[in-house]
């Protein structure tokens, strides 16, 4: 499996996340996978975003949920989205700017060397 460690910015937050690609780099962590219910779909593969707080830690492979867990619907939807389209594009650092992939700036930001 692969991880990388990424910014979200929006309107009104800035987090650090965990994204984590879920496909087994080996049989044993394929296995444990499937158990878990992930399905190996190469063309699509689920990611794990793991909000880190130190007051709270949340999780989820589901764009979808993060109203549930409390946080911005559409906002937290874009980011997860765009963090599974373009998982191997990102890298360490990187930053997920939710208002240019909405395309409510043309600003870009760039993740600090």
């Known amino acids: 499996m692969k991880t990388k460690i990424i910014e979200i910015q929006g309107k009104t937050f800035k987090t650090v996340a965990l994204a984590t690609q879920m496909l087994g780099d080996n049989k044993a962590q394929s296995e444990c ?3 878990a219910g992930f399905t190996e779909n190469k063309s699509f593969p689920s990611v794990v975003l793991l909000l880190l707080d130190k007051n709270k830690q949340v999780a989820t492979n589901n764009p979808y949920n993060w109203e549930k867990l409390g946080y911005e619907p559409q906002a937290m939807l874009k980011a997860h989205t765009h963090i599974i389209e373009r ?23 760039v993740a600090a060397a």
């Not at 997920?96 to 395309?103: G, N, P, T, Y």
């Open 33 to 35: 996978l499937r158990t």
């Open 87 to 109: 998982f191997t594009e990102l890298s360490d650092g990187d930053i997920v700017d939710v208002e240019s992939i909405l395309r409510e700036t043309t600003e870009r930001l």
